[in-house]
Each structure stands twice: as structure tokens, then as C-alpha cells.
């Protein structure tokens, strides 16, 4: 029942959601036959730790020669200091055939940079308040529990402690 609910999303996901970089690692999907399960997990989870040479993602993000879009970011003030734009600035510099190693050390740029502008990227990352509007694609913020138990903890150890004052 849950590989079923993780399939359809995966299948309907994928639908909404291009890939034009073509990120190899990204496109992996589950195939499950229920038999094998624990073998075909395995699997899946082999085939993202598989190193990828030559991913076509390099003409997304312009090898040797930054594309206009990735330049945006690796100049943009605050968007240059990301880690993964200083991954993506050190890689274009190198200059060197894009692996799919590559492409999990500029994994939020990378997001960034494929979104189309007709789609609104949910996000939980921090990293993407600045990339989206240098972008300037849509974006919405949402927090993770652990994200909204940190600001519940931090509220309630600034919120003033109750006084006591003399009955009457
Ligand atoms: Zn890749």
C-alpha cells in the first residue's frame, strides 16, 4: 500500500515536474516487484550512489562557459555565497566532463536553474529565498515538523513569563 502511494506520486510527480537538465541519478525510479522487496530497495538505493559520467546536465548550466542563468547566480551577491553555487562556479571553471557526482554537489542551484517559468517550486531549503527571485521564478516556502517544533521552542523560551500579583 505505501510503495503504491509512493509509486503513483512518483508517477504523477514526475509528470508535473520537468527535467530538462536530464540528471540521470534524478530520473531513478522504484520498481518493485514484492517478491524481492528488500532486494529491489536495495537496488534503488545502489543506483544513487552509482557514479554517472558525462550527465547531460553541463549544457544546463554551460561548461567552460557558464550559461547566462547560472552566471546570474555565481555573480548575484547573495546567491554566490550558496554552497552549491560555489560547488556550481568551481565546476564551470574546471571546465571538465559533468559527472553525476557533480550533480549532488550543486544539487539546489541546479533545482533552481531547471525550473520552468511556469512552475512554482514548494520548498523547504533556505537556499532557495534567494535563488528563485534571482531566477525570478515563483517559489513557496514550506516547513518541516523538526523546522516548526525549532520556532514553537524558540517562541516559548522569548514569550514573557507570567507575573504573579497578590490576590485582590
Ligand atoms: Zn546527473
Not at 544546463?60 to 546567491?79: F, H, M, S, Y
Amino acid at each position: 500500500m505505501a510503495v503504491e502511494t509512493l509509486k503513483t506520486f512518483d508517477r504523477v510527480f514526475k509528470s508535473l515536474v520537468p527535467n530538462p537538465a536530464g540528471c540521470k541519478i534524478g530520473s531513478n525510479r522504484l520498481r518493485v516487484n514484492y517478491n524481492r522487496f528488500p532486494e529491489d530497495l536495495e537496488e534503488f538505493l545502489i543506483a544513487f550512489r552509482e557514479d554517472v559520467n558525462e550527465c547531460s546536465i553541463d549544457a544546463l548550466v554551460g561548461i567552460g562557459q557558464p550559461t547566462q542563468r547560472a552566471r546570474v547566480l555565481i555573480e548575484g551577491d547573495k546567491t554566490g555565497k550558496l554552497d552549491s553555487v560555489k560547488n556550481l562556479a568551481e565546476l564551470i571553471e574546471a571546465n571538465a566532463a559533468f559527472s553525476c557526482k557533480s550533480c549532488r554537489e550543486i544539487g539546489d542551484a541546479a533545482i533552481a536553474l531547471e525550473r520552468p517559468a511556469d512552475v512554482r517550486l514548494l520548498h523547504l531549503d533556505e537556499s532557495f529565498l534567494q535563488l528563485c527571485p534571482a531566477l525570478e521564478r515563483e517559489r513557496l516556502h514550506i516547513f518541516s515538523v523538526s523546522a516548526i517544533t525549532r520556532q514553537q521552542r524558540a517562541k516559548q523560551a522569548q514569550a514573557p513569563q507570567p507575573r504573579t500579583t497578590p490576590e485582590g
